[in-house]
Each structure stands twice: as structure tokens, then as C-alpha cells.
């Protein structure tokens, strides 16, 4: 017998098996921390955009904040649910609570007019987002936000994220304590910490000592709220803990845990629950479905197991505690002028349209701070900016001021409870233009309804991971395409009926979509058909609660319809979702 090897064969050679997208994640992170590597970014500066590495565009960039720019088509023209990229990137700007300094804020507008083209966006956890940055200018951008105490790392990628909390932290009267210190230690000790640069997927926190929970804890990963208990006949303030809230394509209110958490244990309190994140590795094996709220939605934890879990890390148990009422589903964006609890000084909260502005509206918000109040601001997760610590005297110059800037104090319900994604003009996974759209849609709205009384968050995303919070709106806009006149179009899919708050739940899916040039018709219809029919003192939630699925459909086509399925999500999750 001959000792000569046989040689392998096509079909006997072993089968390469490849990685999975959570696989080639994780292994990446194994392999490097990218606040550490920030200096091959500036080798990228140095040598051009063909020089960035793959690894930097899929992964490690997101830990500094940026992605990589859609060519404007959004996911059209790409592959495996995600677009083309663009030569060009976005970039968040991390405000820990909102808090923002003039200071600060004239340096990111000059930033925005010297990089970005003049495109600032606030976001919906109370960033603001940059977009058309180049290779060459990302470490010239990093160091100008260096030297005013900002800084993007943390703002994207598996790690805490900005951690949000109350803009009027200190200012409101009606407070039960300012979170703004708890919410600014956090995010100092947690956000951009390498001990937690490896987290199974992001982590978002929200505190607040607001009584309208204005930053909607319901639907983070971990929630702080004030609450007052009385105990042996003293009365403590402390904070009540909601853990595993979030939204994207399967979304999830977070679970209230039994247990009063003291202030000098909520810090430790919100690290035990990241090092417990952070411990699941069954987590690790699928991108879409690695947030915490997993553990509660596929892994059979409740909230009794999750608070055993944290008292285990800490080595202590905490007080049950009833929570009390929970807060009506009031309007929750601090917009208009208010008295603060500072003798004889108001904000003056101001809607900004989908969050949009441009340099010259951002030096003038910083230059009025300064010239009228203190040199502060808040920006809110309502895509929203506060002026703070203005003379009452002064409020209606501000007022005036503010408006001649196209930015409104005095907003119609629908100007005021408008949100909208990055869409198509940006990001690679949208389906559908967002901010364009939201913005015709307001104004069709204001013409046709003006006497229109009601609350309405009207929250429009580009696809169905809900970065525009669209499953806790009153109308819900979802992205996609659909035919018409024989030509593929912009649409939305319609989800009714969100909320937070007291009456909290997910939006319904209710079986109807529009092209997008049909929907101001559509809505129409269906707000005066409440109009018509509402009881005395019903509200458009109650409205919504109390009418089926086939009737608001009908409501919306002026029609008997048959429902339609709502699109299946492509796949990857986007670093932005809520």
C-alpha cells in the first residue's frame, strides 16, 4: 500500500464555518477597547477615508460616538437590512442630564458650521448629533469638545450611554429632589469606563426627581424615580427602580422592582445591575436580542429574581416600598414659560421641530442664555431646548426672540408633540424620510385642524426599529414603501394608541399604512371623527382605548379596510434605537 497522501477534495475538505454578526462582534471586542486606540484614528486623518479600516466603519467607531453616513437612500440599494455607506459620518455629542453651558453650545455651532454642513440634531436622550463629518476631521472635532468638557465616546456602541434626567433638575418647584448630581456621577463613573467597554449590547439609564417623569424611565434599561416614603414617622425621599425598558422592533416597559432605593445607594444600586448585564453571556449570542430586557422577555427573570440579583451583588436587601400613583400621561417636554423655584426667575422651554438646527440658531440660543440669564441650558429628550434662569420680567423678549429664530415657545399640538428619526437623508437602516416629511406633515396638520384641542405625540420613524419612539405615541408612523400610481413610494405603517404613565403601553398595530403623501388625509379623518364622537371630557387616549382596531382603521381610510400586516423587521438593530 502506498504511503502517499491522498490528496483533499473539494467536497471532503472541511467546511469554514463563519461568524455569526454577534460572533465578529464580540470577538472584536475581545480584541480591542476603542478609547484606547483613538491614535488609529488619527492615522486614519492622516492617510484619507480609504485607509479606515472595516472593523473601525462596523464596530469600534460607535464606542466614539460616530457611524458611518448613509448615502441618502437609506437601506435601498444595500444588503442584509442595511444600506450603502457614504464617505462621510455622524457623530453624537454626549450632554449628561441635558446640562449644556453657552459656552459650550457656541463651540458645537461653530463645530457644526465649520464640519457639518450646518446640520445639528438634538436627539431623543438629549445629544446632539452631528452629521458630514469627514475622516480628517474627526480627531479635530474630538479635541475642540475635548477642551469644553464634552465628548462623544459612549454616546453609540455597547456600553452606558448618555445618561439622561430632568432639564429643570434644581429648577422645579415641584421636584422631590435634583438627580442632577446622581445622574452626572453616574455618567462619569459608568460612560467611558474600560471596566464596562464590553457590555453584551447598550445600556441606557434615565434619572429624575421630576414628578412627570419627564424622561420617560419607563422605557430604559435601568429607571430612577423620586419617591417619598415615611418610615418610624420621618419622612425620606429616595428613588424607586425600574429595570429592562426599551423599544427597537420587540419592545418591552421596564419592570418595577419592590424595593425603595436610599440616595446614598442608588449609585451602587445602578452599577450592580451593569455588572449583572454584563455577566449574561447568554446575551452575547444574538445582536437582537442581547438588551436586558431579554432576561425578563426570553429568560424567565422577574422582577422579585432581578431584585434578588442586586441584593446579592450588594450584600444587602433594600425596604419593599409601594410606589404610589403613577403619573398621568400628561404632557411631559417642559415647554412654555414657568416660574422655577428661584424667587423671581422662569425657563422658557422651546420646541424645536424634530430637533433640527442650524449654527446660526444655536449661537443665538447660547447668546440670548447669556445675555438673559445665567449662560445655562438643558436639552431635552423631546428633541427640545430649555433657556434657564431668566428674569420674569424678561420672559416675553426671550419669548420674542426665540420665535423670530423659527424655533416655537408657544407651539400648535402638533408642532409640540412632533419627533422624528435620522431617516433616509442619514442613516443606512431607514426605509423612509423622516424629518422632511414630519415637518410638511405639521404643517398640513396646523392648516386643516387648527381648532384641534388635544394632546398629540406624533412621532414618525424610517423603519420599524422605532427610533423615533413611534410605539409610545398617540400615531405612530412607521416607515416602509409601498406602490403607487405604479411607482414605489415613501409610507408609514400606523400604530395607535402608546403611551407612558399612568395608562402606560405599547402602540397598537392596527393594520393600516398610507403612502406618505396620503397621510395628512388620513389623519384628518380619524381626529375629526373623534372630534365627532367623543364624550364629554374624553381625551384622545380614552378615545383610542375604547375604539377597536377595525374602527380606527376605517376612521383613517374613510372606508371599511382589511388589515394589513405590519413588515417584518429586516434585522440588524441600529445603535440608536430607544
Known amino acids: 500500500m502506498s504511503d502517499t497522501a491522498i490528496p483533499t477534495t473539494p467536497s471532503s475538505a472541511p467546511k469554514e464555518i463563519k461568524e455569526t454578526k454577534a460572533q465578529k462582534v464580540e470577538r472584536l471586542k475581545l480584541e480591542k477597547n476603542p478609547w484606547e486606540a483613538w491614535d488609529e484614528v488619527r492615522q486614519f486623518a492622516r492617510e484619507g477615508r480609504g485607509s479606515v479600516l472595516p472593523e473601525w466603519t462596523g464596530t469600534y467607531f460607535k464606542w466614539w460616538g460616530v457611524y458611518t453616513q448613509g448615502d441618502g437612500l437609506g437601506v435601498t440599494g444595500g444588503k442584509g437590512g442595511e444600506g450603502k455607506a457614504s464617505d462621510y459620518f455622524m457623530m453624537r455629542i454626549g450632554l449628561p442630564n441635558g446640562l449644556l453651558t453657552a459656552h459650550q453650545l457656541h463651540t458645537i455651532a461653530d463645530i457644526t458650521a465649520k464640519y457639518a454642513r450646518g446640520v445639528a440634531d438634538i436627539t431623543t436622550r438629549q445629544n446632539i448629533q452631528l452629521h458630514w463629518l469627514t ?13 469644553i468638557g464634552l465628548s462623544p465616546k459612549g454616546a453609540c456602541g455597547d456600553v452606558v450611554r448618555n445618561v439622561t434626567g430632568c432639564p429643570l433638575a434644581g429648577l422645579d418647584g415641584h421636584q422631590l429632589l435634583d438627580a442632577s448630581p446622581l445622574a452626572v456621577e453616574t455618567a462619569q463613573k459608568l460612560t467611558a469606563n474600560p471596566e464596562f467597554y464590553n457590555l453584551p449590547r447598550k445600556f441606557k439609564i434615565s434619572i429624575t426627581g421630576c414628578p412627570i417623569w419627564c424622561s420617560y424611565p419607563e422605557i430604559n434599561d435601568v429607571g430612577l424615580t423620586a419617591l417619598k416614603r415615611v418610615k418610624d414617622g420621618v419622612e425620606e425621599i429616595g428613588y424607586s427602580l425600574r429595570v429592562g425598558g426599551g423599544l427597537s422592533t420587540e419592545p418591552h416597559l421596564a419592570v418595577r422592582l419592590n424595593a425603595f432605593i436610599p440616595q446614598d445607594r442608588a449609585y451602587d444600586t445602578i452599577e450592580a445591575v451593569v455588572r449583572i448585564f454584563r455577566e449574561q453571556d447568554a446575551l452575547r449570542e444574538s445582536r437582537t436580542h442581547a438588551r436586558i430586557k431579554y432576561l425578563f422577555m426570553k429568560h424567565g427573570w422577574t422582577a422579585e429574581s432581578m431584585l434578588e440579583a442586586i441584593e446579592a451583588k450588594l450584600g444587602y436587601k433594600f425596604d419593599p416600598a409601594e410606589e404610589g400613583a403613577i403619573v398621568d400621561d400628561v404632557y411631559r417636554d417642559h415647554v412654555g414659560v414657568h416660574r422655577q423655584k428661584q424667587d423671581g426667575l422662569s425657563y422658557v ?9 442650524n449654527p446660526e440658531q444655536l449661537h443665538a440660543l447660547a447668546s440670548l442664555s447669556e445675555e438673559y440669564g445665567d449662560g445655562h441650558l438643558r436639552a431635552t429628550i423631546g428633541q427640545n431646548i430649555v433657556l434657564v434662569n431668566i428674569p420674569n420680567a424678561k420672559t416675553r423678549e426671550v419669548v420674542e426672540k426665540i420665535t423670530a429664530l423659527g424655533i416655537q415657545v408657544e407651539p ?28 410638511w406633515l405639521v404643517g398640513e396638520m396646523e392648516e386643516r385642524l387648527p381648532e384641534f384641542d388635544q394632546q398629540l405625540r406624533l412621532h414618525v420613524t424610517g423603519c420599524t426599529n422605532s427610533c423615533g419612539q413611534s410605539w409610545i405615541a398617540d400615531l405612530g408612523l412607521e416607515g416602509k414603501k409601498v406602490k403607487k400610481d405604479g411607482v414605489m413610494v415613501d409610507a408609514f405603517y400606523f400604530c395607535v394608541g402608546g403611551a407612558v404613565g399612568e395608562h402606560a403601553g405599547i402602540a397598537r398595530q392596527i393594520g393600516f399604512r398610507a403612502a406618505a403623501v396620503d397621510c395628512p388625509d388620513a389623519i384628518e379623518r380619524l381626529l375629526r371623527e373623534y372630534l365627532k364622537t367623543r364624550s364629554e371630557g374624553e381625551n384622545l387616549r380614552s378615545y383610542f382605548r375604547r375604539t377597536s382596531d377595525e374602527d380606527l382603521r376605517a376612521a383613517l381610510n374613510g372606508a371599511v379596510v382589511e388589515a394589513v400586516a405590519r413588515d417584518v423587521p429586516p434585522g440588524r438593530v441600529p445603535g440608536n434605537v430607544a
Open 349 to 357: 422651554g422651546a420646541t424645536v421641530l424634530n430637533g433640527r438646527l
Open 135 to 147: 475622516i480628517e476631521s474627526l480627531p479635530e472635532v474630538v479635541e475642540a469638545l475635548t477642551a
Open 412 to 439: 400648535t399640538v402638533f408642532y409640540r408633540g412632533a419627533v422624528a428619526c435620522t431617516g433616509t437623508e442619514f442613516c443606512k437602516l431607514a426605509i423612509s424620510e423622516t424629518k422632511g416629511f414630519a415637518k
